[in-house]
């Protein structure tokens, strides 16, 4: 069975720093890019970032690029988004969710449950 | 970026009534290399991560239930369910994934009247 299971959330002072883990099992973690997706609170999605099945390329949200770091390790079957400078508007549940890997398609077929994200002083 | 756009933003419907959801897209999502729309939808019930339906606008996913289908193509798209049930109720999403960054539409709720 496929889960993934995100972990790392909580509350952070603005100009703050979190890192966000999520560990897959049940699948060949290496074989699939990996994504996070975010949702504020009563909102829509917003994709955040991709990374490759190796880690060695990844894109990020425009409007994120420079605050947010995506990695991956493999050998642990564990993604990460490392996020600095955050304000109240990166406030948020934060999904790590699989690429389904359909040739060409950036659609997601299995979602975290989430990390919550609060900025707050 | 592409911009989506779902219509209505909520709907409630009796059971086992016809439920319809529209996404419409700023730009088409329609490749002609492969003539394949690059549009998913998603489920979203109360307190859980999304749950993907369709992809290539009308291709079903594993699991889902055949009431739910998925049709359109370019810039219009839309979400069916021929016979709402109770555990239908949800928010749902149509995502293209044509351009980066993949871009979600705003939502459409469902609830049952």
């Known amino acids: 069975e496929v889960q993934l299971l995100d972990s790392g959330g909580g509350v952070v002072q603005p100009g703050g720093s979190l890192r966000l883990s999520c560990t897959a099992s049940g699948f060949n973690f290496r074989n699939y890019d990996m994504v996070w997706v975010r949702q504020a609170p009563g909102k829509g999605l917003q994709w955040v970032s991709t990374?490759?099945?190796?880690?060695?390329?990844?894109s990020y949200s425009e409007s994120l690029r420079g605050r947010f770091t995506v990695s991956r390790d493999n050998s642990e079957n564990t993604l990460h988004l490392q996020m600095r400078g955050l304000t109240a508007d990166d406030a948020a549940i934060y999904y790590c969710?699989?690429?389904?890997?359909?040739?060409?398609?950036?659609?997601?077929?299995?979602w975290g449950r989430g990390s919550l994200v609060t900025v707050s002083s | 970026d592409i911009v989506m756009t779902q219509s209505p933003d909520s709907l409630a419907v009796s059971l086992g009534e016809r439920a319809t959801i529209k996404c419409k897209s700023s730009?088409?999502?329609?490749?002609?290399?492969?003539?394949?729309?690059?549009l998913a939808w998603y489920q979203q019930k109360s307190g859980q991560p999304p749950n993907l339906l369709f992809y290539w606008a009308s291709a079903r996913q594993s699991g889902v239930p055949d009431r739910f289908s998925g049709s359109g193509s370019g810039t219009d798209f839309t979400l069916t369910i021929t016979s709402v049930q109770a555990e239908d109720v949800a928010v749902y999403y149509c995502q293209q994934y044509s351009h980066t960054p993949v871009t979600f539409g705003g939502g459409t709720k469902l609830e049952i009247k």
């Open positions: 990374v490759s099945p190796s880690g060695d390329s990844a």
């Open positions: 969710a699989r690429d389904k890997g359909v040739n060409g398609a950036l659609v997601f077929d299995y």
């Open positions: 730009q088409s999502l329609l490749y002609s290399s492969n003539n394949k729309d690059y």
